[in-house]
Nanobody, 126 residues
Framework: QSQLVETGGGLVQPGGSLRLSCTVSGFSLNRSAIGWFRQAPGKEREGVSCVSSSDGNTEYSDSVKGRFTISRDNAGNTVYLQMNNLRPEDTAVYYC???????????????????WGQGTQVTVSA
């Protein structure tokens, strides 16, 4: 059974950092693109970052570029999202998802992903 589990969310003050983890099981991480998405109350789900399967190429949304870093540990079946200089507008439920196609690029739209985690809450507040 294909599964993704996110951990690492929590409450942090503005300017602080968190590292989210996405651990996969039941399928090959090194042949899958992984995306991080977030959804705030009353807003649509938006792509935050992704890493491709074949070349390890990465993408970031403009709102997090320079503050967030995505990385993958294929041996550990885990993808990380390091989030620095967090802002109140980063508050959302964060989801990781897998696109199990072996491609050189990763999509930043949710419809491309076929397996989703349950989400982890990130709250940035003083």
């Amino acid at each position: 059974q294909s599964q993704l589990v996110e951990t690492g969310g929590g409450l942090v003050q503005p300017g602080g950092s968190l590292r989210l983890s996405c651990t996969v099981s039941g399928f090959s991480l090194n042949r899958s693109a992984i995306g991080w998405f977030r959804q705030a109350p009353g807003k649509e789900r938006e792509g935050v970052s992704c890493v491709s399967s074949s070349d390890g190429n990465t993408e970031y949304s403009d709102s997090v570029k320079g503050r967030f870093t995505i990385s993958r540990d294929n041996a550990g079946n885990t993808v990380y999202l390091q989030m620095n200089n967090l802002r109140p507008e980063d508050t959302a439920v964060y989801y990781c998802a897998a696109d199990r196609r072996y491609l050189p690029a990763c999509p930043m739209f949710a419809l491309a992903y076929d397996v989703w985690g349950q989400g982890t809450q990130v709250t940035v507040s003083a």
